[in-house]
């Protein structure tokens, strides 16, 4: 495990803040950093963050300026009183709060400067740069002793050539040099690698296109960018979600893309079809990340499926290319059924819970209708095996869930975002939820503890926009989408 958590603290995983304006000075107790020890760890203290977004807040008056905000983790986990908001408008963050910028709309984190301290990146798609109207953005936060302090914005290399820049970040040493890269996607054909070898004052050391065939236009792109290591070579593989287009025949469908790293660069090895959701993790324990796809929509309304998950292993060449598992809420053993509108494999996340070595997942139905809720939502929990993802023992969270705090309402989307991951140093991945459609769209966010025996609802928080200190006026969707 602790090759693993080195491996993954080079690769990335994505975070956010936001912030309602002042300094940006993000209260923990300042440590001592030799080496980053989690690539979501901002202030070195040893425990790792939970970022969540809020794209679509009011910032400064101004409509979908966006925000993040980030969580410190601590002993006792997470909470609202520890957790600080960044926006265009905090100090030290270029740009400004505008109308439609969207800051928030992809995080990613990891070290990138190499100084201990892991780094925030945050893209805003919709910025205006110059007279390119929509052309988009990323910001590097940098990570400190006394938390996320300076930023610089990543330059786009292609101005004319795309639109939204930034709606897709992940971090990962994809060539096995020692130093993080940064990959950007945007609304075009192609994702951007911004080599390791950054500083503040100049940013990345070179950068590179690579051309992963993802079809362009409204929407599309890269979608979304995900980092693991499938081949188990301790090179940082990169996952392109977008809609795939393949030139013979001529076809295009949406798909997770597996590029392989090596010191000559990324290499596709193959799509996966999903629904441009997938996750990474060590599900059977053999030392090489897995692949989990979701396809929410999962079938015809007249099949009535309301969703599925499939498991790619992988291994010394990739991940396998079918899936050896596939699950649904019609099969046995998992809660719920298959309905046709309750989106099933929305969001996933993968993470040891129980602490035996192998990763775990969560998946959401965010349009999952419990008794006389609709749409309010719920999360399944599976465990990691040798085998794959076991459905013997799955489990189902919603906000009637006894301890956790809230009720079921119609149109919550709780599981709009997941994630896994250990806040409070236990050694034992929690769960953090997120809800964008709670009260009226200002949304909220939840996390249960995790343990030897699984998820447990003793202690579990739960907070909305307000006391995060969000704007709520308009739509702020916090808990739309987190860190990976």
């Not at 080599?195 to 950068?207: D, I, L, P, V």
């Not at 940082?236 to 030139?247: C, K, P, R, W």
């Amino acid at each position: 495990m602790k090759n693993r958590r080195l491996l993954h603290t080079a690769l990335a995983a994505a975070t956010a803040t936001a912030l309602t304006g002042g300094l940006l000075s993000l209260t923990a107790a300042p440590a001592v950093a030799a080496t980053a020890g989690f690539a979501d760890d901002f202030n070195g203290d040893g425990y790792r963050d939970l970022v969540t977004t809020a794209h679509t807040a009011t910032v400064g008056g101004a409509r979908s300026a966006g925000a993040v905000v980030v969580s410190y983790g601590s002993t006792s986990g997470i909470s609202a009183s520890r957790s600080k908001v960044i926006s265009q408008n905090t100090s030290g963050i270029p740009g400004a709060a505008e109308k439609g910028d969207y800051f928030g709309s992809a995080v990613a984190s990891g070290d990138l400067n190499d100084d201990g301290y892991a780094d925030l990146v945050v893209g805003a798609s919709g910025e205006d740069v110059g007279e390119d109207a929509n052309g988009g953005t990323a910001v590097v936060i940098w990570g400190s002793a006394s938390g996320l302090s300076g930023a610089r914005t990543v330059g786009d290399p292609d101005v004319s050539g795309h639109d939204a820049f930034g709606q897709s970040l992940a971090v990962g040493d994809y060539s096995g040099d020692g130093r993080a890269d940064l990959a950007v996607g945007s609304s075009g054909k192609g994702v951007w690698i911004h080599k390791g070898g950054f500083t503040k004052s100049s940013g990345a050391a070179s950068r590179y296109k690579l051309t992963a065939p993802v079809q362009t236009g409204s929407g599309y792109g890269a979608v979304s960018l995900h980092t693991g290591d499938v081949n188990g070579d301790g090179v940082a593989d990169l996952l392109v979600d977008g809609m795939y287009h393949q030139q013979q025949p001529p076809s295009a469908y949406s798909a997770t893309l597996v590029h392989l790293g090596s010191p000559s660069g990324l290499v596709l090895q193959a799509p996966l079809r999903s629904d441009m959701r997938a996750a990474v993790g060590d599900i059977d324990g053999d030392g090489r990340d897995d692949v989990v796809t979701g396809s929410f929509w999962g079938g015809s309304e007249e099949e009535g499926v309301g969703g599925s998950v499939a498991t790619h292993l992988g291994g010394d060449a990739g991940v396998s290319l079918e899936a050896t598992q596939t699950i649904d809420q019609d099969t046995p053993g998992v809660p719920g059924a298959g309905e046709s509108s309750d989106g099933f494999g929305w969001a996933v996340s993968l993470g040891d819970i129980d602490g035996d070595g192998r990763a775990d997942a969560a998946v959401s139905a965010h349009y999952e209708t419990v008794g006389s809720a609709a749409l309010t939502g719920s999360v399944l929990v599976f465990r990691g095996s040798p085998t794959g993802l076991s459905t013997s023992d799955a489990e189902v969270y919603h906000q009637d869930t006894a301890g956790v705090p809230g009720a079921n309402e119609d149109d919550d989307h709780f599981g709009s975002a997941v994630r896994l991951a250990d806040l409070n140093g236990d050694r034992h991945a929690d769960l953090s939820v997120g809800a964008g459609d709670e009260n009226g769209g200002a949304g909220a966010v939840w996390n249960l503890r995790g343990s030897s025996s699984g998820l447990t609802t003793a202690n579990a928080v739960g907070f909305g926009a307000a006391s995060a200190g969000l704007s709520t006026t308009g739509y702020a969707a916090f808990g739309d989408t987190m860190l990976d």
